[in-house]
């Protein structure tokens, strides 16, 4: 029967744990101090201390390697001080200890320019440093003797006119090793601290910083005296890197090496000062819009020739249409002067205008590509400038596409929309002022007895002509709202005894209603819902009120439609005179 394996004891994974901590502990430690002996600082040491490079930044090395350092050539000109000073504290066979590392450490394709100054400037070494040993065996073996002069101006004039050599290399630099001040012997052109001489030695330096980059370190050995000041008044951008004690100089060497290598690195990367990510598209001719949208592709290109660079935020965004382009990742990484490309789609339906009829449409359309351009680099080397444009450069040209826009329905909704309303409103209209007409007209004389006319009312408006009476006239129908709510028609009465325009007279007449126009009495009764006949006369058969015309509707020449006075009525029989029998 199998048994379970034993759990480990508490004590024991604390102590295991304790002792993993310890041993990453002492490994960092030794990181450390390997780095701070040799000069520089490891990347692990910045990534713990910097978060901000973290992640993929590359090393200084790394960078050095992608820049091909070793192939881009530098200037050293290295001054050391063998005056009689020098022998004392081990300051001369330090710094010959300390130059071996630093010789070892160049580039292959690095001229080395090696002085000795004293009285005077001595050449000792000039070429590559390909071997370093041999380089260092040229030296004096021991410096003095003593009452030896130290002239830095003559120095100083020695390593200048190798830097103004023909071929010489873009980046140059000046290290001194001295432990005294500036002291020249009799007869120096350096005798003093200023003067002609010391300007002239500035002018050569100041035309040789113009076009290429120059510095210097000084390396003092002693704490009271450095010559920081003289080599400074020649070469401003100087740096005095002051050790702790002459057992420092190869860790301050270092230093002096790394920084030229950092300017080295500065003068290849300012090549690419201005230069960025650039966008195209293709295909050029037009693509159809349809349900799956527009397939195009998009190609990022770097520019540069040395610096890799990083878009963050990459999108893509249509100018003035309502379009959206997918496909584009969030960030995009691409080495020097690389490209790549990316199959975008274009989906959405363009803006169909005002008046979105069905149409075909086609356009260019720009496009835009946002997104921030910066480069990996700059985490790692922040002591160099990038001049990086921060956006996406182009697309030259836009997008031209083809889509099919608006509806099928505009047309003839803009056609049959007024087209209805209109029709509504004159429905509306017709139903309210020529409302359908119903019931009979009698037309009779106003006066006296005589023929009578029954006008059967039709339709929305009609033109009648008396048989009988004769004349001409024309009725239509508008519909209103009585005193007690119902809604009736009321007629709207022209009528001339001759038929012509100019003796036509008008009058409104409601239903169960007379009115008179021109001597002619106008009756009207409704089919439904109207007075009865009536309601038009009073007790006895005779005709009720009449209405009073309006002003125009009698002729000018006479009461009536005839050329003689109307007849008179029929006079009223005369009662029988009461007999005697009808008394009571």
């Known amino acids: 029967m199998n048994q379970p394996p034993p759990r480990p004891r508490p004590g024991r994974a604390r102590a295991r744990a304790v002792h993993r901590a310890a041993a990453g502990l002492a490994a960092l430690v030794l990181t450390a101090l390997t780095a701070v002996a040799s000069g520089t600082t490891p990347a692990v040491a910045r990534t713990a201390t910097d978060p901000t490079r973290a992640g993929s930044s590359p090393s200084r090395s790394e960078i050095y390697s992608e820049l091909r350092l070793d192939q881009v050539p530098a200037d050293y000109v290295v001054l050391v001080d063998v005056s009689g000073s020098m022998m004392g504290k081990g300051r001369y066979s330090s710094v010959r200890s300390a130059l071996l590392p630093f010789l070892k450490g160049l580039s292959p394709r690095d001229y080395v320019a090696l002085f000795t100054f004293g009285d005077k400037a ?153 230069k960025g990510v650039t966008a195209t598209l293709s295909p050029t001719g037009a693509l ?63 803006d169909a205008g005002l008046l979105p009829v069905r149409q075909t449409w086609e356009d260019e359309v720009g496009l835009t590509v946002h997104g921030k351009v910066t480069t990996p680099w700059a985490a790692t080397l922040d002591d160099v400038r990038f001049q990086v444009p921060a956006a996406v450069q182009g697309p030259a040209r836009g997008l031209r596409l083809r889509a099919q826009v608006g509806s099928a329905l505009t047309l003839p909704l803009l056609i049959g929309v007024p087209l209805v309303t209109l029709l509504a409103v004159l429905m509306l209209w017709l139903r309210y002022n020529r409302a359908v007409l119903n019931g009979a007209l009698t037309l009779s004389p106003a006066l006296g007895d005589g023929p009578q006319d029954h ?48 003796r036509s007279a008008d009058a409104v007449c409601r239903p169960g209603d007379a009115v008179v126009i021109n001597g002619i009495r106008f009756v009207y009764r409704p089919e439904h819902g109207g007075p009865s006949a009536a309601a038009v006369t009073e007790a006895g ?44």
Not at 167 to 193: C, N, Q
Not at 460 to 468: D, I, N
């Open 122 to 274: 001595e050449t000792v070494y000039l070429g590559h440093p390909s071997d370093p040993k041999g380089i260092i065996g040229r030296l004096p073996a021991q410096a003095g003797p003593s009452g030896v002069h130290t002239d830095i101006g003559a120095a100083l004039d020695s390593g200048l006119a190798e830097l103004e050599r023909p071929g010489a290399a873009d980046v140059g630099s000046v290290v001194m090793f001295t432990d005294g001040k500036h002291d020249p012997p009799k007869g120096s052109r350096y005798r003093t601290s200023g003067g002609p001489a010391w300007n002239a030695l500035r002018d050569r330096a100041g035309k040789l910083a113009g076009h290429r980059e120059l510095a210097a370190y000084s390396l003092p050995l002693a704490t009271d005296e450095s010559g920081t000041a003289q080599l400074s008044g020649v070469i401003p951008d100087t740096t005095e890197l002051r050790p702790d004690s002459v057992q420092n100089l190869a860790g301050y060497l270092g230093r002096a090496a790394e920084r030229a290598r950092a300017r080295k690195a500065a003068r290849l990367i300012a090549q690419d000062a201005g």
């Open 288 to 350: 159809d819009l349809d349900n799956a949208g527009a397939a195009a592709t998009l190609t990022l290109t770097a520019t540069t020739e040395r610096v890799p660079l990083t878009v963050t935020g990459l999108r893509a965004t249509l100018d003035g249409q309502p379009l959206t382009v997918t496909g584009l990742p969030d960030r995009v990484s691409l080495k020097p002067g690389a490209a790549r490309q990316f199959d975008v789609q274009v989906r959405g339906e363009p």
């Open 455 to 502: 006008i059967t009312l039709r339709g929305r408006k009609l033109v009648f002509v008396p048989p009988q009476i004769g004349g001409k006239g024309r009725v239509h129908g508008r519909r209103l709202r009585a005193a007690d709510g119902r809604r009736e028609i009321v007629l709207h009465l022209s009528y001339s005894p001759d038929g012509t325009p100019a």
């Open 541 to 584: 058969g005779e005709p009720g009120p009449m209405p009073i015309p309006r002003p125009g509707s009698l002729p000018p020449n006479g009461d009536g439609p005839w050329g003689s006075p109307p007849p008179r009525p029929p006079a009223q029989r005369e009662r029988p005179a009461p007999s005697e029998r009808d008394l009571p």
